[in-house]
């Protein structure tokens, strides 16, 4: 009898979803700790560069006549980040070694006091005018700027030492600009004051080459009577690219909410399931803090 012979095996049928390749898994990993590492490698440039721009500030309220504004100092206050204060729960995954962790944890501490003081030399400018409070308070506000200037140049630096070969080479290309500008500030120059006397922040290489902003920012999106919860996936000076807003439509008006409690607002121009692109109804400047990166 010709035909196949019962041997007793079987073969088992070929998978409809067959497991990956151990190295596309590394792959995959690679991809979203890159994605990771260059979010938390653009919000610490970002808080670098407001270090700088502040120290800058203040130390041009040192020379009388200087600063236009002292108001204007808190335009570029910087603060933490939710991708900072979450950076230990995928240090692994991001490639980062403990001494970036470190370094960045130590800057972050230095700003706290340097807040605080700050804080106090406004509060007694105003109770009892600028000429007192600087006296009681400038030299200390000085000197915990200028800390937090030094220590924001080793940590920026510890990152192109753990990520020089996995991002982009505009962000290594960025490190000896903003290096110098902390550098400066630290040296009590003025590296981030205009000729007018106004605060700025100026454009690295990393801001140069990428007009839109891959950003992971959690947000409320307001829409007719919906409040939802959402995220801020890029942002350029015109729009905001949202994820997780199901059910808009082009012309809809949205209010976007941040975690800061800024509140932005726009028209929908397009939308596809939870994804959304959103014109803003003002365009943002460009040295403002959302942008960079």
Not at 147 to 169: C, N
Not at 215 to 225: G, I, K, L, N, S
Request: glycine share 8%; net charge neutral.
């Amino acid at each position: 009898m010709h035909g196949t012979a019962d041997t007793g095996h079987t073969f088992p049928r070929p998978s409809l979803f067959p497991v990956p390749p151990e190295r596309a898994l590394y792959q995959q990993r690679e991809l979203k700790g890159a994605g990771l590492a260059e979010a938390l490698v653009c919000e610490t440039h970002l808080a670098a560069l407001q270090t700088a721009t502040v120290t800058s500030a203040i130390n041009a309220i040192r020379h009388s006549g200087r600063l236009a504004d002292p108001q204007a100092i808190w335009d570029f206050i910087p603060h933490h980040t939710p991708m900072l204060l979450a950076s230990r729960a995928w240090l692994d995954e991001a490639g980062l070694s403990a001494l970036a962790i470190e370094a960045i944890d130590t800057f972050f501490a230095e700003l706290k006091p340097a807040r605080h003081h700050l804080a106090q030399l406004f509060a007694d400018a105003a109770a009892i005018g600028w000429p007192r409070s600087e006296v009681l308070h400038l030299r200390a506000v000085t000197d915990d700027w200028r800390s937090a200037s030094g220590a924001a140049t080793a940590a920026i630096r510890q990152l192109d030492v753990d990520l020089r070969y996995t991002l982009p080479e505009r962000y290594a290309e960025t490190v000896p600009v903003l290096s110098s500008l902390l550098n400066s500030a630290r040296d009590g120059l003025q590296p981030c004051i205009d000729a007018a006397g106004r605060p700025f922040m100026p454009e690295l290489p990393q801001r140069r080459r990428a007009s839109r902003k891959g950003v992971f920012h959690e947000c409320v999106v307001q829409h007719a009577r919906r409040t939802v919860r959402a995220m801020v996936r890029d942002v350029s000076s015109g729009g905001l690219g949202l994820d997780g807003v199901e059910g808009l439509n082009p012309h809809d008006l949205v209010v976007v909410e941040l975690a800061s409690g800024r509140r932005l607002t726009g028209l929908v121009v397009w939308s596809k399931g939870r994804l959304a692109g959103v014109r803003l109804s003002t365009s943002l400047p460009p040295n403002d803090p959302l942008l960079f990166g």
